[in-house]
């Protein structure tokens, strides 16, 4: 029987060998814009220096040297936590089997990232759930479920819910979180010589149960809408595919489906963004990319 510590290792490797997948992409995927008539993105250059942050697995095994007392978590052990985090959803759910449907959300996450404040080093990935949601973790580690991408229509959508998530990790949401619930109280440390990875696993375990149970803050959600739309926007994206996607999604909600549930208050998100858009004059003149939405994601096999 594995253990929580091997599984968390054997992970590791699936996230490097997602993350490795950009080494083997065209650095230009512009050129065969879809719907809507919008320019066609040039991908070029936003891929270098992407990793998954050095993840240290020689240590793995060792015993770790149990702490007393709280963890003062600073913008430096971000990537830390995140890279806990995401073992710790990719153990929850996998990810998907899929390279070229991985390599396209790289890309597309990358794009919008690089006109982000924090451009470069994001890591991106598909989780393998029909669970419609997407989630973000200090760090720069950003994840879209296969459920999510299947209820999506073209590129924009994709591009700004992968803004969504981007937003909050500009704005540090999930770190606040993490210092307001102190999830890092009793925790398991590593000896100095241990990974470093190691010694966040109680709080990555601690977010990842909040990130998958519970729900950001309005204020928190406003927010990361507002920063995502101005991303997309920057990145060539009509935002009008944020809109589009929460709309569909109010709808199934109404229905008695529980789909995004982690993301509240849809209601007041799609007032505001509407308001933002209609302020930016930029609805409706962005890159939609429909058809090579549905030629890398397979949609079009199954419409």
Not at 41 to 70: C, E, H, P, Y
Not at 91 to 98: E, L, P, Q, R
Request: some cysteine; charged content about 20%; overall charge neutral.
């Amino acid at each position: 029987m594995k253990t929580h510590r091997t599984v968390r290792w054997c992970a590791t490797g699936t996230l490097v060998a997602m993350a490795a997948l950009v080494a083997t992409v065209p650095l230009n995927m512009g050129g065969c814009g879809g719907g809507g008539g919008g320019p066609s993105l040039d991908f070029s250059g936003v891929t270098k220096g992407l990793n998954v942050g050095g993840v240290d697995v020689g240590q793995a095994g060792k015993g770790l040297q149990q702490m007393g007392g709280a963890l003062a978590l600073s913008p430096h052990d971000e990537n830390a936590v995140g890279q806990e985090v995401s073992l710790a959803l990719t153990n929850k759910y996998g990810v998907v089997n899929d390279e070229k449907l991985t390599r396209y959300v790289i890309l597309v996450g990358s794009t919008v990232a690089y006109k982000s404040p924090m451009s470069r080093h994001w890591v991106f990935g598909v989780l393998n759930t029909d669970e419609v949601n997407a989630f973000s973790s200090p760090g720069k580690y950003v994840f879209v479920t296969r459920g999510a991408i299947q209820q999506m229509q073209d590129e924009s959508e994709l591009a700004c819910v992968l803004a969504h998530e981007i937003g909050h990790v500009n704005r540090h949401h999930g770190l606040d979180i993490i210092k307001q619930a102190n999830f890092a109280q009793g925790f398991n440390t590593a000896a100095q010589s241990y990974s470093r990875v190691s010694q966040y696993a109680p709080v990555a375990d601690g977010f990842v149960k909040f990130l998958t149970e519970n729900a950001w803050s309005a204020p928190q959600e406003f927010e990361a809408d507002a920063f995502g739309v101005k991303y997309a926007i920057a990145a060539g994206y009509d935002p009008d595919g944020l809109l589009n996607f929460l709309q569909r999604v109010r709808q199934k909600q109404k229905a008695g489906l529980k789909l995004m549930s982690t993301h509240p208050n849809i209601d007041d998100r799609i007032r505001r963004i509407t308001d933002q858009i209609s302020a930016s004059g930029a609805g409706g003149r962005g890159a939609v990319m429909k058809e090579r939405f549905e030629q890398n994601t397979g949609k079009h096999q199954s419409a």
